[in-house]
């Protein structure tokens, strides 16, 4: 049984594909719950805007997942961050792909059966779930790419390989934002799935924090997680006068 945490002194950090929403063949397919965003924003409320969702989509399309969902939002893999009052800023160096290296790659690797390429301009993300058997000619053609471009590197995703800028991760932004207020002073928490959320969950253990993973902590299911944050957020009532008792 997982504990609870202290909402006034928590920070959450929670990855979204995979964790918060079930995996979809493709980025576009996903569904969102119908009681996802008032859990999350129930969530922020108790813990006084320390939630953040760090996410390897492009921020763009976070938002539009989540729609006038009033939390922070951190895309690009924790790059850039929306913060809960609409206030934006990249918390680690903006390196975009090189056009001619991205066409390259869509007219090499876009054409396969079942392979996509997601363009998110600082990163590039090749998705193989519906074509597992290119997986090696994938991985062959990305780590020529990556070692031609320099700033960029090879990382692994649930069924696909991601371009993504040198020095940066989801880490990164976990760190950045622990040293801005709310989240200042507050023990984090990072919840993740993948393999881009390891770093999220070393930063988190850095600063005296938690990492759950959704196989090990939730048997794998994001209907789960849901269900674990719904009571934490119960734990934390707020007045009317927005204080937690």
């Known amino acids: 049984m997982l504990a609870r945490f202290d909402p006034a002194s928590t920070a959450w950090f929670l990855d979204v594909d995979g964790t918060l929403v079930d995996l979809a063949p493709t980025p576009d397919g996903v569904t969102v719950p119908a009681t996802l965003p008032s859990l999350l924003e129930r969530l922020s409320t108790v813990t006084s805007g320390a939630l953040a969702l760090v996410s390897g989509r492009a921020l763009a399309d976070l938002e539009a997942l989540l ?38 790659i869509q007219n090499d690797l876009g054409q396969l059966p079942g392979v996509l390429v997601e363009d998110k301009q ?21 780590e020529a790419m990556a070692a031609r471009c320099g ?26 934002l622990m040293q801005t207020p ?9 919840i993740g799935d993948d393999v881009t959320d390891e770093d999220g969950i070393r930063a988190a ?6 990492g759950l993973r959704v196989a090990q902590d939730f048997a794998g299911e994001p209907a789960a ?10 734990a934390g009532i707020v007045t009317t006068e927005g204080q937690i008792v």
């Open 182 to 190: 709310p989240f200042r002073d507050r023990r984090p928490v990072f």
């Open 67 to 104: 729609p006038g969902v009033g939390v922070t939002m951190a895309g690009d893999h924790g790059a850039v961050v929306r913060f809960a009052d609409g206030g934006k800023r990249w918390l680690s160096r903006r390196r975009p792909l090189p056009r001619p290296l991205v066409r390259e």
């Open 122 to 142: 600082t990163c590039l993300t090749v998705h193989y779930r519906q074509a597992p058997g290119s997986r090696d000619r994938l991985r062959r053609v990305l």
């Open 205 to 210: 253990l850095l600063f005296g924090g938690v």
């Open 151 to 176: 700033t960029h590197e090879l990382t692994t995703a649930h069924m696909a390989f991601e371009l993504r800028p040198r020095g940066g991760g989801k880490g990164v932004a976990v760190a950045r």
């Open 225 to 234: 997680v849901r269900r674990w944050l719904a009571a934490q957020a119960e």
